[in-house]
């Protein structure tokens, strides 16, 4: 079974600070992750995918392997990032894609 | 925003009652999902369609009925309402199978009493 824990609810940081918002997967096989964003009072979308290896607004995640990590990491955080992250994992084969539980990130001015 | 619309958005019911929410989509994509959504556990899957008349179960598929008969729209139906079924509920489409990208639904919250 394919499994995606974030494991923290809430993460409040100040503005300018780092931030890493923890995603762990559990996949025997290879795996595709993603982090999607819901911004208050707007849609989920998609924020990133491993396999583009791109920064979208400032954030960048690697898949570790090794660790079975895909870590959402931006160095100086702003207050429009303030959201709920979810991260998503899609196993070879299955249709659709496995959510964690969110991590709401609370940036502070 | 991807051409998807939910409806209703908002609703309140009893327990024991039917309640059907409808999904209906504009891109003319092969796949869609329902998520519900609650707090501490994200977003959790439903049932999800590969095509009209295909559909299959999801994690949490106990208590609920899909049906696909058009490209378009994929309805979701409570056949009988229970509080555990309070929730928000996410539909999402999809052109390629589970490695597309998701476009979602403003989500219906379903309250029932």
């Known amino acids: 079974a394919q499994r995606v824990t974030q494991p923290e609810k809430l993460l409040s940081v100040f503005k300018g600070a780092p931030v890493e918002l923890k995603c762990n997967y559990s996949y025997s096989g290879s795996p595709e992750l993603f982090w999607y964003v819901q911004y208050s009072r707007q849609r989920l979308q998609l924020l990133l995918r491993h396999i583009s290896r791109e920064s979208i607004k400032g954030f960048t995640a690697d898949l570790n392997k090794g660790e079975t990590s895909f870590h959402l990491k931006k160095p100086f955080a702003q207050e429009e990032d303030s959201a709920m992250y979810y991260c998503?994992?899609?196993?070879?084969?299955?249709?659709?894609?496995?959510f964690g539980s969110g991590t709401r990130l609370q940036v502070q001015p | 925003d991807a051409g998807i619309t939910q409806s209703p958005r908002h609703k309140v019911t009893e327990t024991g009652t039917p309640v059907t929410l409808r999904c209906h989509q504009t891109?003319?994509?092969?796949?869609m999902y329902w998520y519900r959504q609650d707090p501490g556990h994200g977003l959790r899957l439903i049932h999800y369609?590969?095509?009209?008349?295909?559909?299959d179960k999801g994690e949490v598929s106990d208590g609920y009925s899909v049906s696909r008969s058009k490209t378009e729209d994929f309805l979701l139906t409570l056949e009988s309402a229970t509080s555990s079924q309070t929730s928000v509920y996410f539909c999402?489409?999809?052109?390629?199978?589970?490695?597309?990208?998701?476009?979602f639904g403003e989500g219906s919250r379903l309250t029932v009493l």
């Open positions: 999402a489409i999809s052109e390629r199978e589970a490695t597309g990208e998701l476009f």
């Open positions: 891109e003319n994509h092969r796949y």
């Open positions: 369609s590969y095509g009209v008349k295909d559909t």
């Open positions: 998503a994992l899609s196993g070879t084969g299955r249709r659709a894609l496995t």
